[in-house]
């Protein structure tokens, strides 16, 4: 592929249809729910994904692909080494060259978990699926149950971005500086009103709302000049650099690192182990109400 025709942020169905089956495609589904695996076990995306997904997609498993084993501090879904991280993409058939586009059932939030992790270890050709599969579903856009060819394709060593990943204390350091943490959870989850997965409600003190949901309208991604308009306004003169996103374990975060750079504001930080690690230290202070 032209690496000027690459998608690094989003993608159309349109556009991924018509190049379906190109030579260094690689499409990945990363559908999965919460709820569904703290209830009974997290099988459902991947038992979605056998059903039906885009002809030739892997499936990207949040716990097993996209997340490490647990680690002090971590959170829920910690970070993955770039040993094992190297591993699962080539499990995909993933080389420098590639064009991957991730996409969920819809809203983008795990598949841009995928997205971030690519974009960190330094592959920019990477793009979400706007809309998901439901918006490949509602076009009439084909589907297929067949497994995608076994991968051949050898590890290839790479390094994180490890400038742009936060723990615990490089949070507090940041904020003690006067730099913008943005929690990406539901303002009633921010605020402590409920709690609906993790021990502790509230938010880390100093740290501002702005739900993941607000990137999107009708379940796509709000336009590039509206997206950079609403963070030019939180950023307020600072650079995207000057951003550390949160959530409740480091995924839905990466919505808003996906939304900054498709804003033209890429740069910004995560907080890996999130809510759910900052709150493994119980001497660590907690807020509630409004941010």
Not at 123 to 132: C, Y
Not at 222 to 235: H, M
Not at 242 to 258: E, P
Request: hydrophobic fraction near 45%.
């Amino acid at each position: 592929m032209n690496p000027h025709d690459s998608w690094t942020t989003l993608v159309s169905p349109d556009q991924l249809a018509a190049r379906l089956g190109a030579p260094g495609l690689v499409v990945l589904d990363a559908r999965f729910a919460l709820a569904a695996a703290a209830a009974a076990g997290p099988g459902s995306g991947e038992d979605d994904w056998r059903e039906a997904h885009i002809p030739g997609a892997y499936y990207a498993h949040l716990e097993r692909d996209l997340s490490a084993a647990h680690a002090p501090g971590a959170g829920r879904h910690p970070w993955p080494d770039e040993a094992a991280f190297a591993r699962t993409l080539a499990g995909w058939d993933i080389v420098k060259d590639s064009q991957v586009v991730v996409y969920d059932a819809a809203d983008g939030a795990f598949a841009a978990r995928a997205w971030c992790l690519l974009r960190l270890a330094g592959h920019a050709a990477v793009a979400v699926l706007d809309g998901g599969l439901a918006a490949w579903r509602a076009q009439g856009l084909p589907l297929d149950a067949a497994s995608p060819a076994v991968a051949t394709t050898q590890s290839q060593p790479f390094a994180f971005d490890r400038s742009r990943l936060f723990d615990a204390a490089r949070v507090q350091e940041h904020l003690a500086a006067g730099g913008l943490v943005l929690d990406a959870r539901a303002g009633e989850r921010f605020r402590g009103d409920v709690e609906p997965i993790d021990r502790v409600a509230g938010h880390v003190p100093g740290a501002r709302s702005r739900p993941y949901a607000d990137n999107l309208e009708v379940g796509r991604f709000k336009s590039s000049t509206r997206l950079a308009t609403e963070f030019g306004a939180l950023l307020d003169g600072r650079p995207p650099s000057d951003v550390v996103a949160m959530c409740g374990s480091g995924v839905t975060a990466c919505h808003h690192l996906l939304a900054m750079a498709h804003a033209g504001l890429d740069g910004a930080g995560l907080y890996t182990g999130s809510w759910s690690g900052w709150i493994e230290d119980p001497a660590r202070p907690v807020a509630t109400g409004p941010g």
